[in-house]
């Protein structure tokens, strides 16, 4: 004789399958949705839909800002440039101003490079997914130091802290760490990654050292889903630049500034490369 098997209800169905108890509440897994029966009905609700999709640009750089990381002003041009009387007198109005990268962007802006310079740029993860930033590394274009006019006012105190350091004239530069007695041999992402979440931001701050003329561009490799895609990092488009400086002797210009300026003792002003004292004095 054929036995009857009662026909499983939906709560005895929806029990076969994967599920887990929330508060009281059992969720199951039903194609690809999320689904709740209520401890009191057989009722089948629907929670949410499947998970969102990795996009192209997960992370974007938020803020980006060139720094000088030297706390003296030392800048060098690619010519001899000589500033008029009325520009001078700018730039040393703007060399006394509180806002210490106001002169950096003014001496870009003419024509100059830095000898120590960083950037600080903000990275945010503008998906719905997790991302984990797996590395930072350069893509950097080097030649000879430029040889032109050099605005020369060297540091007199501690270099601002950051977070990585690329030594451009290594043979392969990774992004150092300070370590105790110095600047790290490895990278920092050798042992560490960067997880964002949705919406979350991170702030680096990175230098860059060379005794060349250098154009780079930082490249942050990202992993979302198993997929790595990469951000380029730079001055809106254009590379960033820095420079190495050559012997004063063979400039054709310099500006000493500060105490290196034994006639202000403080202000820029013309100084002959070739009897130039490269010291500094007390005024």
Same mark, same amino acid.
């Given at each position: 004789?054929?036995?009857?098997?009662?026909?499983?209800?939906?709560?005895?169905?929806?029990?076969?399958?994967?599920?887990?108890?929330?508060?009281?509440?059992?969720?199951? /897994? #039903?194609?690809?949705? /999320?689904?709740?029966? *209520?401890?009191?009905?057989?009722?089948?609700?629907?929670?949410?839909?499947?998970?969102?999709?990795?996009?192209?640009?997960?992370?974007?750089?938020?803020?980006?800002?060139?720094?000088?990381? %030297? =706390?003296?002003? *030392?800048?060098?041009?690619?010519?001899?440039?000589?500033?008029?009387?009325?520009?001078?007198?700018?730039?040393?109005? #703007?060399?006394?101003?509180?806002?210490?990268?106001?002169?950096?962007?003014?001496?870009?802006?003419?024509?100059? /490079?830095?000898?120590?310079?960083?950037?600080?740029? #903000?990275?945010?993860?503008?998906?719905?997914?997790?991302?984990?930033?797996?590395?930072?590394?350069?893509?950097?274009?080097?030649?000879?130091?430029?040889?032109?006019?050099?605005? !020369?006012?060297?540091?007199?105190?501690?270099?601002?802290?950051?977070?990585?350091?690329?030594?451009?004239?290594?043979?392969?530069?990774?992004?150092?760490?300070?370590?105790? !007695?110095?600047?790290?041999?490895?990278?920092?992402? %050798?042992?560490?990654?960067?997880?964002?979440?949705?919406?979350?931001?991170?702030?680096?701050?990175?230098? #860059?050292?060379?005794?060349?003329?250098?154009?780079?561009?930082?490249?942050?490799?990202?992993?979302?889903?198993?997929?790595?895609?990469?951000?380029?990092?730079? %001055?809106?488009?254009? =590379?960033?630049?820095?420079?190495?400086?050559?012997?004063?002797?063979?400039?054709?210009?310099?500006?000493?500034?500060?105490?290196?300026?034994?006639?202000?003792?403080?202000?820029?002003?013309?100084? %002959?490369?070739?009897?130039?004292?490269?010291?500094?004095?007390?005024?």
């Amino acid at each position: 004789m054929r036995r009857h098997h009662p026909k499983p209800s939906l709560r005895q169905r929806l029990l076969g399958k994967p599920a887990l108890v929330v508060g009281g509440a059992l969720l199951t /897994v #039903v194609t690809g949705t /999320v689904a709740a029966v *209520t401890s009191d009905a057989a009722k089948l609700v629907v929670l949410a839909s499947p998970s969102p999709s990795p996009i192209a640009k997960p992370v974007v750089v938020a803020a980006l800002k060139i720094r000088d990381l %030297d =706390p003296g002003d *030392t800048f060098v041009f690619p010519t001899a440039y000589r500033p008029d009387p009325a520009t001078l007198r700018r730039i040393n109005a #703007v060399r006394a101003s509180a806002d210490v990268d106001e002169l950096a962007d003014l001496m870009r802006s003419l024509g100059g /490079v830095g000898v120590a310079v960083g950037t600080r740029f #903000v990275l945010e993860n503008v998906s719905k997914l997790d991302v984990r930033i797996l590395d930072l590394r350069v893509d950097a274009d080097c030649r000879e130091p430029l040889g032109g006019t050099v605005f !020369y006012s060297p540091p007199q105190g501690t270099e601002m802290l950051v977070d990585l350091s690329f030594d451009l004239d290594a043979r392969h530069p990774v992004p150092r760490f300070m370590e105790k !007695y110095g600047w790290s041999e490895k990278s920092w992402f %050798d042992t560490q990654t960067v997880l964002l979440a949705p919406g979350e931001q991170q702030v680096f701050d990175v230098q #860059v050292e060379t005794g060349r003329y250098c154009e780079y561009r930082l490249v942050a490799d990202v992993l979302q889903k198993q997929k790595t895609v990469t951000l380029t990092i730079d %001055d809106g488009g254009a =590379p960033f630049r820095i420079t190495g400086m050559r012997p004063l002797k063979e400039a054709p210009a310099l500006y000493p500034g500060s105490l290196w300026n034994h006639d202000t003792c403080d202000e820029f002003s013309a100084a %002959d490369p070739a009897t130039y004292v490269d010291e500094l004095r007390l005024c």
